[in-house]
Every structure is written in structure tokens, then in C-alpha cells.
């Protein structure tokens, strides 16, 4: 059986709560039970957890497209209370969109012997879609948890969904 790495994007308070700074809406909360279900299952396969968190200075040039979020020892940067990182766990920070861009998440990948990638998280249209994008420039068969991703905005979730599968060649799993 191959080894499967869930990969988690950032499910943080700045995100996911009401005074977080770039709240992406109560239709992105719906995800959390969803996700905390999958952890465990994927836990209990033996499966390489791997948190994104997005992790900016107060002086980002991102904030020129995005009001300040996920500024570095905030609290709006931490992990929800919902979803717990275990012993064990890697939680990566990340400055750009894609999980992989300045981190070591393709050394993680390598070092734990991951063949396959699920994943789960916000923004489907932006984060998620350029960490997809970037594992499958580098070959590795990657699936997306329907049920597990959202946007603030339905119409780039929609589209960004259709983008990974048709163009980028991942599974969409229901």
C-alpha cells in the first residue's frame, strides 16, 4: 500500500473566525467537522499530516492585493482550536499562495516517503489550487477532498475545483 501525505491549507483563525482579518465566510466554517473526521481517519492509516499556514511579516508586498493576515506570532496565524497538530505532525509556514514556495514541504514529502496527496483547506482558488499545481509538476497523484475545501468566492471554488481536475489532472473525491 502507498503511503498517503494529508496535507491540511491553512485552516487558520484569520481565515476561519469572524474577527479574523481575511474571514473567508461561514461557508468555508462548514468544512471544519469535515476535516477534523479526515484526520483522524488518516491518522489511523498511518498517513503523513501536514499542516500549511500561511505566515506573513507586517510589511508583506502581499498586502498590497490582501488586507494584513497571518502576520507572524498572531494569534490569526494559529492553527484553529478545532484541528489539533500532534506529535509527530509538521505545521509549515508559507509566505506565498503555494505550500511549496520558500518551505521544505517537498523535502517532508520525500523524507516521509509520500506517493500520494489528499487535500483539504482554504482557499480552494488560491492556496489550494497552487500547492495542486505544484504537486503535480512534480508527478505526484494528487486528490482534493470535495467536501474538505471552500472559497469566499463560489464562482473561483467552482472554477478552481474544474482546473485542478481537467488541466492539472487531479481527482476530485466526493
Known amino acids: 500500500m ?8 491553512d485552516m487558520l483563525k484569520d481565515f476561519m473566525e469572524e474577527k479574523g ?7 468555508c466554517r462548514k468544512i471544519i467537522p469535515f476535516i477534523a473526521d479526515t484526520l483522524e481517519h488518516m491518522r ?3 498517513a503523513t499530516v501536514i499542516f500549511l499556514g500561511d505566515c506573513h511579516d507586517k ?16 494569534e490569526g496565524a494559529e492553527l484553529i482550536d478545532e484541528l489539533t497538530l500532534m506529535p509527530g505532525e509538521y505545521f509549515i509556514t508559507k509566505t506565498r499562495y503555494s505550500g511549496f514556495y520558500g518551505t521544505n514541504l517537498g523535502e517532508v514529502l520525500t523524507s516521509e516517503k509520500v ?3 489528499y487535500l483539504a483547506g482554504v482557499c480552494t482558488s488560491i492556496c489550494v ?18 467536501r474538505g ?3 469566499f468566492d463560489q464562482e473561483a471554488h467552482t472554477f478552481a475545483l474544474q482546473r485542478m481536475e ?3 489532472g487531479a481527482t476530485i473525491i466526493e
Open 21 to 27: 482579518a481575511l474571514f473567508c465566510g461561514n461557508e
Open 129 to 146: 489550487m497552487e500547492t495542486v499545481a505544484d504537486l503535480r509538476n512534480r508527478d505526484y497523484p494528487t486528490f482534493i477532498f470535495r
Open 166 to 168: 481537467k488541466i492539472l
Open 115 to 117: 506517493e500520494h496527496a
Open 2 to 9: 502507498s503511503k498517503k501525505g494529508f496535507i491540511v491549507v
Open 59 to 74: 510589511d508583506d508586498k502581499e498586502f498590497t492585493l490582501f488586507p494584513p493576515h497571518c502576520i507572524i506570532n498572531t
Open 149 to 151: 475545501v471552500a472559497d
Open 44 to 46: 489511523n492509516e498511518g
